[in-house]
C-alpha cells in the first residue's frame, strides 16, 4: 500500500496543479514516470484552454496508449468548444491510425452534442477502427430518432 500510496499523492498533486498551471505540471509530470491516464487527460485539457496545437504535441508524446488516448480525447472535446473549425482542421492532419481515431471521437461526440449531425456523420466514417466506428454511428442514428 505505500507504494501506491506514494504514486497516488503524486497524481493528486500533478492533477491539482494542471487545473490552475498546466505547463508547470507537465513538467513535472515527466520527472515522475508514468502517472495515471486521468492526470495526463488533465494537463492537455488544462493545455487546450490555453494553447490546443501545445495539448496536442504534449498527448502525441505520451508513451502509455490509455493516456495518450485520454489525453488526445481531453484535448479534442476542449478544443471543439472553443473552435470547432480549428480543432477538426488538425485533427484532420493527424496521421490515419489510433490517434487519429481517438481525436475523431471527441469530435463526433462534441458534434453530436451540438446537433452538427453532417459533422458527426463524416467524422464518424472517417474512422478507420470498428471498434470506435460503429458504437459511434449507432449514437448518431440513435440521436436522429
Known sequence: HRLWDACEAKSLFVSSLAASDPY???DIAATLGELSPPVYAGIAGSMTAHDPEAAVQFSLQIQSPDAA????????KGWMC??????SERASQLP???IRDFAAESIVRES??????????SWAESISSD?????????IRRSLK
Do not use: H
Open 24 to 26: 508547470k505540471a507537465k
Open 131 to 139: 471498434e470506435i466506428r460503429e458504437p459511434l454511428l449507432q449514437e
Open 82 to 87: 472553443q473552435d470547432s473549425i480549428a480543432a
Open 69 to 76: 488516448k485520454q489525453a488526445i480525447q481531453a484535448t479534442f
Open 112 to 121: 453530436v452534442r451540438s446537433g452538427d449531425l453532417d459533422s458527426a456523420v
Open 96 to 98: 490515419k491510425g489510433t
